[in-house]
């Protein structure tokens, strides 16, 4: 059985998962609306992530008898200053989510559930990966300034990602 504190905090990064999906799609919406539809794509892709992220919890807490509660899903921003602007918002909130799994992590340590401890220890690598591809996202965003012709090669690049559950 899951603990009170643990059941709620899973259920609390089920919506913290849930909101980056909603992120994701609001930068997607800018992306296209500046006619960028490969960098759109890219956050499409996030944002499939994402959903894929929460209900891997959303599975796990049912797997252990526990209750999910679905919250209501806070607004994303809808206006962005620039592409440069986006891409710094998508890496800090990768950083956020880190920190969120990782106070996860310290209460399953502190309760001893070794369970959760080791469903929580695949977003822990995956947030390895998740920061690292949002900076060096951002960092090719910086290099190109957010515009011109190296905004249309990034576009090019982008349209070709593609979405691929990871193994469970
Ligand atoms: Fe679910 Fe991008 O962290």
Same mark, same amino acid.
């Given at each position: 059985?899951?603990?009170?504190? $643990?059941?709620?905090?899973?259920?609390?990064?089920?919506?913290?998962?849930?909101?980056?999906?909603?992120?994701? $799609?609001?930068? @997607? #919406?800018?992306? !296209?609306? &500046?006619?960028?539809?490969?960098? #759109?794509?890219?956050?499409?892709?996030?944002?499939? *992530? *994402? !959903?894929? !992220?929460?209900?891997?919890?959303?599975?796990?807490?049912?797997? %252990?008898?526990?209750?999910?509660?679905?919250?209501?899903?806070?607004?994303?921003?809808?206006?962005? #200053?620039?592409?440069? @602007?986006?891409?710094?918002?998508? $890496?800090?909130?990768?950083?956020?989510?880190? %920190? +969120?799994?990782?106070?996860?992590?310290? *209460?399953?340590?502190?309760?001893?559930? !070794?369970?959760?401890? +080791?469903?929580?220890?695949?977003?822990?690598?995956?947030?390895?990966?998740?920061? #690292? +591809? /949002?900076?060096? /996202?951002?960092?090719?965003?910086?290099?190109?300034?957010?515009?011109?012709?190296?905004?249309?090669?990034?576009?090019?690049?982008?349209? &070709?990602? +593609?979405?691929? /559950?990871? @193994?469970?």
């Amino acid at each position: 059985m899951l603990s009170n504190k $643990l059941q709620k905090e899973l259920n609390n990064q089920m919506n913290n998962e849930f909101f980056a999906e909603y992120e994701y $799609l609001s930068m @997607a #919406a800018y992306f !296209h609306a &500046g006619n960028l539809d490969g960098i #759109a794509n890219y956050f499409h892709v996030q944002a499939q *992530e *994402e !959903h894929f !992220h929460a209900m891997k919890i959303f599975h796990f807490i049912l797997d %252990k008898g526990g209750k999910v509660e679905l919250q209501q899903i806070a607004k994303p921003d809808v206006d962005f #200053a620039s592409p440069v @602007a986006v891409f710094e918002k998508a $890496l800090a909130h990768e950083q956020k989510v880190t %920190k +969120s799994i990782n106070d996860l992590m310290d *209460e399953a340590i502190k309760e001893n559930d !070794h369970a959760v401890n +080791s469903f929580l220890k695949w977003y822990v690598d995956e947030q390895v990966e998740e920061e #690292a +591809s /949002a900076s060096k /996202a951002l960092g090719k965003m910086q290099i190109i300034g957010g515009k011109g012709e190296g905004l249309l090669m990034m576009d090019q690049e982008f349209a &070709g990602r +593609s979405f691929t /559950a990871p @193994a469970e």
